[in-house]
C-alpha cells in the first residue's frame, strides 16, 4: 500500500468511523428510549443500521492505515483515532448500561 493510499484510508477512515460513533448515543436516546420527534422508533430503524454499517467501514479503513508499513505518522494517528473511537464507545456503553439499570 502506498503513502497515498494510506493517507486516503486515514482521511477517509476517521470521520467515517468517529463522527457515526458520536453520533449512536444520542440517536439511541431520542429516537427510541425517549422518543422526542413523531416516529421516532420507525425513523431509528433507518438510521441505526446506516450508522452502523458508516462506522464499521470507518473503523475497517482506520485499521488498515494503522498496520501497513513503514510506520509512521499516518499509523500514529490512525491508532489515535481508534483510540478516540474506543473512549467514545465505552462511554457510550456505559452511559447506556446505566439507562437499563433504570428502567
Request: net charge positive.
Amino acid at each position: 500500500m502506498t503513502f497515498h493510499e494510506r493517507e486516503r484510508a486515514f482521511f477517509v477512515g476517521a470521520p467515517l468511523a468517529i463522527v457515526p460513533a458520536l453520533c449512536l448515543l444520542p440517536a439511541i436516546m431520542f429516537l427510541l428510549v425517549a422518543p422526542v420527534v413523531a416516529h421516532g422508533p420507525q425513523l431509528a430503524i433507518a438510521i441505526l443500521p446506516a450508522l452502523a454499517l458508516a462506522g464499521s467501514i470507518g473503523l475497517w479503513k482506520l485499521a488498515i492505515s494503522a498496520v501497513q508499513r513503514p510506520f509512521g505518522i499516518l499509523n500514529a494517528l490512525s491508532v489515535g483515532a481508534l483510540m478516540v473511537v474506543l473512549i467514545i464507545a465505552t462511554y457510550t456503553g456505559l452511559f447506556l448500561a446505566f439507562i437499563a439499570i433504570k428502567l
